[in-house]
């Protein structure tokens, strides 16, 4: 039996039993990916990267993506010429029950308390 042949386009994920909680707090740790993330979760789709309008350089934009994908927290796949980003909810709530939705619900208050969502 072979494997199927991996394109240069295919993008390094962490099986699920590699996602650790310190790799997905930490990504989730910083103002622009959980922006990021609170966004996908609004849409409960996959958006495009073009999609996020974030005031950081386009280099940063896409080190805020990859620390994404290396932590699980995202699935990053290309469709066409458009590399599209999905949240990884279902094997976040197996690993960690309810820790995406708490962290997406306190991140919503706190845009409201502090005047910023």
Same mark, same amino acid.
């Given at each position: 039996?072979?494997? !199927? %042949?991996?394109?240069?386009?295919?993008?390094?994920?962490?099986?699920?039993?590699?996602?650790?909680?310190?790799?997905?707090?930490?990504?989730?740790?910083? !103002?622009?990916?959980?922006?990021?993330?609170?966004?996908?979760?609004? *849409? @409960? *789709?996959?958006?495009?990267?073009?999609?996020?309008?974030?005031?950081?350089?386009?280099?940063?934009?896409?080190?805020?993506? $990859?620390?994404?994908?290396?932590?699980?927290?995202? $699935?990053?796949?290309?469709?066409?010429? %458009?590399?599209?980003?999905?949240? $990884?909810?279902? +094997?976040?709530?197996?690993?960690?029950? @309810?820790?995406?939705?708490?962290?997406? +619900?306190? *991140? %919503?208050?706190? %845009?409201? $308390?502090?005047?910023? @969502?």
């Amino acid at each position: 039996m072979t494997s !199927p %042949a991996v394109s240069s386009r295919d993008l390094p994920h962490p099986g699920r039993d590699e996602i650790r909680l310190e790799g997905v707090l930490h990504a989730l740790s910083d !103002p622009m990916r959980l922006r990021i993330v609170r966004e996908l979760a609004a *849409a @409960g *789709a996959e958006l495009s990267c073009s999609h996020f309008d974030l005031p950081v350089t386009k280099s940063t934009t896409t080190h805020h993506f $990859r620390v994404l994908r290396e932590s699980g927290v995202i $699935r990053q796949v290309y469709q066409g010429t %458009a590399k599209m980003n999905g949240l $990884r909810g279902d +094997d976040l709530d197996d690993l960690f029950p @309810g820790l995406l939705d708490a962290l997406l +619900d306190a *991140a %919503a208050r706190q %845009a409201v $308390r502090v005047g910023s @969502g």
